[in-house]
């Protein structure tokens, strides 16, 4: 079992910059690709990056070139730096974990990121 905790969400205008971290506890080694996701109210989870173990990260296209996606495996923490807020990156952002089996898929509790113009 994998727990996931996030942290660094808040309130923040237009332009503004908060920095997402997600710490992972437990079997930890069995992560082999850690994620963020985000819903807005009314819509439906979307992703928003992507790491893998090697290192290979993935940005969906809304936050490329704002938001970059870390991991410090010492820490066992995921980060989200997130740049050049606009509203509409208001959401609950979720850490994920995947592991190599099936089921090994975890999600952390959400943190609340709310940008105002």
């Known amino acids: 079992q994998v727990q996931l905790v996030e942290s660094g969400g808040g309130k923040v205008h237009s332009g503004g910059s908060l920095k997402l971290s997600c710490a992972a506890s437990?079997?930890?080694?069995?992560?082999?690709?850690m994620a963020w996701y985000r819903q807005a109210p009314g819509k439906q989870r979307e992703l928003v990056a992507s790491i893998r173990t090697d290192g290979r990260s993935y940005h969906a296209a809304p936050v490329k070139g704002r938001f970059s996606i870390s991991r410090d495996n010492a820490k066992s923490t995921l980060y989200l730096q997130m740049n050049n807020l606009v509203p509409e990156d208001t959401a609950v952002y979720y850490c994920?974990?995947?592991?190599?089996?099936?089921?090994?898929?975890?999600w952390g509790q959400g943190t609340q990121v709310t940008v105002s113009s």
């Open positions: 437990g079997t930890i080694s069995s992560i082999r690709m």
């Open positions: 994920n974990a995947l592991g190599d089996y099936v089921g090994d898929d975890w």
